[in-house]
Antibody, heavy 120, light 110 residues
Framework: QVQLVESGGGVVQPGTSLRLSCAAS????????MHWVRQAPGKGLEWVAV????????YYADSVKGRFTISRDNSKNTLYLQMNSLRAEDTAMYYC?????????????WGQGTLVTVSS | QSALTQPPSASGSPGQSVTISCTGT?????????VSWYQHHPGKAPKLMIY???KRPSGVPDRFSGSKSGNTASLTVSGLQAEDEADYYC??????????FGGGTKLTVL
């Protein structure tokens, strides 16, 4: 069955960096675009970034553009999110999600999330 | 990339129907038939309930239905059941390779 398992979250100080991973299994990873979506405490979901199935292109929310980089290693069935210059407002649960159809942008499988806390 | 507008809460008794709205603009909800709805129980992975405005994934009960009129999309849950109690989020393609979510609606089954 399809599984997405995020890891790499933790408590970090403002201005520092963190890399999240999302290990995929149960499907042909290299055939699907992938997304990161986050949820700040007490807030709604916020789309963060998308990467094409082959890694050839990526797009970001304005709130993270220039600071976050989404990437993937199709040989390892793994999605990444490199987060630099972290701010308190980046504190959130981060989910990876599989794209089923772009630009229809519906996410048919999600992971359970990994928590990132940015605090001094 | 402003969030879509959803009511913070909605409620209904078992067996009743409830409709949750999701209002955007002509640049997102109104501009594309690419609205999705997700059910989210805290601590769990969000679950896709509706995609492309009206389509239901395999395994989602037909008690869940979606529609759209202009810049507002709606999710209707008929025959409410206790397990439907959750947070519900809409999302829409917003052009320029971006996606926007709604603020979420907490559905309470009375």
């Amino acid at each position: 069955q399809v599984q997405l398992v995020e890891s790499g979250g933790g408590v970090v100080q403002p201005g520092t960096s963190l890399r999240l991973s999302c290990a995929a299994s149960g499907f042909t990873f290299r055939s699907h675009g992938m997304h990161w979506v986050r949820q700040a405490p007490g807030k709604g979901l916020e789309w963060v970034a998308v990467i094409w199935y082959d890694g050839s292109d990526a797009y970001y929310a304005d709130s993270v553009k220039g600071r976050f980089t989404i990437s993937r290693d199709n040989s390892k069935n793994t999605l990444y999110l490199q987060m630099n210059s972290l701010r308190a407002e980046d504190t959130a649960m981060y989910y990876c999600a599989r794209d089923r159809s772009w630009p229809a942008s519906w996410f048919d499988y999600w992971g359970q999330g990994t928590l990132v806390t940015v605090s001094s | 990339q402003s969030a879509l507008t959803q009511p913070p809460s909605a409620s209904g008794s078992p067996g009743q129907s409830v409709t949750i709205s999701c209002t955007g603009t002509s640049s997102d909800v109104g501009g594309y038939n690419y609205v999705s709805w997700y059910q989210h129980h805290p601590g769990k992975a969000p679950k896709l309930m509706i995609y492309e405005v009206t389509k239901r994934p395999s395994g989602v009960p037909d008690r869940f239905s979606g529609s759209k009129s202009g810049n507002t999309a709606s999710l209707t849950v008929s025959g409410l059941q206790a397990e439907d109690e959750a947070d519900y989020y809409c999302s829409s393609y917003a052009g320029s390779n971006s996606v926007v979510f709604g603020g979420g609606t907490k559905l309470t089954v009375l």
